[in-house]
């Protein structure tokens, strides 16, 4: 169904109409009025935008792959985010060198551009001053080699440091239960990338033992119980446990301030008793 025009291109029409239908040139006229009606009464919607180029939606999703420049920290979390990015561009395998046995020549000159673009995507996610380092390294291998020898290594040090992270951490009364039983969670996690795994039972354990001093009989309540609890269940039970404290203080500051407002006011609905006048005889 063609789209009506609006007020003012209705207006614009009528006074080109008006304009055309002059009697000197009536055969045009008709020709001249079909054309522009057909133009204005037939306007088609544009396709979706991710239908009109595909293309740019894979490269969005490149783009959205494409870590930070790593600056020498944290060398874990950014090769793993490089290695989804280098496979996604289908790049990753020069990694693992070039294939053994006889390969084609045109095998042979498909590896080499995929090194070459290996090489500058890697040199492109690294600082400058690293990038100063290795942009001499035109293999692949020797590259990705190099930057895991080179940094890997510093995970040791990272490890000892979570690990004293996870004995020290203790919650307090004045944050969320729940958020700081979280933060222990993905201390436990960031351990177990670094190949130091700790059972869930123990995570779920020590979250208990670190509970704050309001919490002590909930805490005392949980070691009772026999069976292995998982963190995903403790804490969603840390949470209804929080949100049923929440409501008893809201409903305990409610009852407080209407006590407060009957003390204030203490003859607010009863009746001021009186003697009867005396009479005089």
């Given at each position: 169904?063609g789209?009506?025009?609006?007020?003012?291109?209705?207006?614009?029409?009528?006074?080109?109409?008006?304009?055309?239908?002059r009697p000197?040139?009536?055969?045009?006229n008709?020709?001249?009025i079909?054309?522009?009606?057909?133009?204005?009464?037939?306007?088609?919607?544009?396709p979706?935008?991710?239908?009109?180029?595909?293309?740019?939606?894979?490269?969005?999703?490149?783009?959205a792959?494409?870590?930070d420049?790593?600056?020498?920290?944290?060398?874990k979390?950014?090769?793993?985010?490089?290695?989804?990015?280098?496979?996604?561009?289908?790049?990753?395998?020069?990694?693992n060198?070039?294939?053994?046995?006889t390969?084609?020549?045109?095998d042979?000159?498909?590896?080499?551009?995929n090194?070459?673009?290996?090489?500058?995507?890697v040199?492109?996610?690294?600082?400058d001053?690293?990038?100063?380092?290795y942009m001499?390294?035109?293999?692949?291998?020797?590259?990705?080699d190099?930057?895991?020898?080179?940094?890997?290594?510093?995970?040791?040090?990272?490890?000892?440091?979570?690990?004293?992270s996870?004995h020290d951490?203790?919650?307090v009364?004045n944050r969320?239960?729940?958020?700081?039983?979280?933060?222990?969670?993905?201390i436990?996690?960031?351990?177990?990338?670094?190949?130091?795994?700790?059972?869930?039972n123990?995570?779920?354990?020590g979250?208990?033992?670190?509970l704050?001093?309001?919490?002590?009989?909930?805490?005392?309540?949980?070691?009772?119980?026999?069976?292995?609890i998982?963190?995903?269940?403790l804490?969603?039970?840390l949470?209804?446990?929080?949100?049923a404290?929440?409501?008893d203080?809201?409903?305990k500051g409610?009852?407080?301030?209407?006590?407060n407002?009957?003390q204030?006011n203490?003859?607010?609905?009863?009746?001021?008793i009186?003697s009867?006048?005396?009479?005089?005889?």
């Amino acid at each position: 169904m063609g789209r009506l025009p609006s007020k003012s291109g209705g207006v614009a029409y009528r006074r080109l109409q008006c304009r055309l239908l002059r009697p000197d040139i009536p055969v045009v006229n008709n020709v001249v009025i079909n054309n522009v009606t057909a133009v204005m009464s037939s306007a088609t919607p544009p396709p979706p935008p991710d239908r009109q180029f595909p293309e740019l939606t894979m490269a969005g999703f490149a783009y959205a792959l494409r870590p930070d420049k790593f600056t020498g920290v944290h060398f874990k979390r950014w090769q793993i985010k490089a290695t989804l990015w280098l496979t996604h561009l289908k790049v990753f395998e020069v990694s693992n060198s070039l294939p053994g046995g006889t390969i084609s020549d045109q095998d042979q000159n498909k590896f080499k551009e995929n090194n070459t673009l290996f090489v500058g995507c890697v040199l492109s996610i690294l600082a400058d001053r690293l990038c100063d380092v290795y942009m001499h390294i035109v293999d692949g291998k020797e590259l990705w080699d190099a930057l895991n020898s080179k940094f890997g290594a510093t995970n040791a040090g990272s490890e000892l440091y979570i690990m004293e992270s996870f004995h020290d951490i203790r919650m307090v009364n004045n944050r969320s239960v729940v958020e700081q039983a979280h933060e222990i969670q993905c201390i436990a996690k960031e351990l177990e990338v670094l190949k130091c795994a700790l059972p869930d039972n123990f995570v779920a354990r020590g979250i208990i033992a670190k509970l704050p001093p309001s919490w002590r009989n909930f805490a005392i309540t949980l070691k009772h119980k026999r069976q292995e609890i998982s963190v995903e269940n403790l804490i969603a039970s840390l949470d209804v446990e929080e949100k049923a404290r929440a409501k008893d203080a809201t409903e305990k500051g409610e009852g407080h301030s209407s006590a407060n407002m009957v003390q204030k006011n203490p003859t607010i609905g009863t009746k001021e008793i009186t003697s009867p006048p005396s009479i005089s005889l």
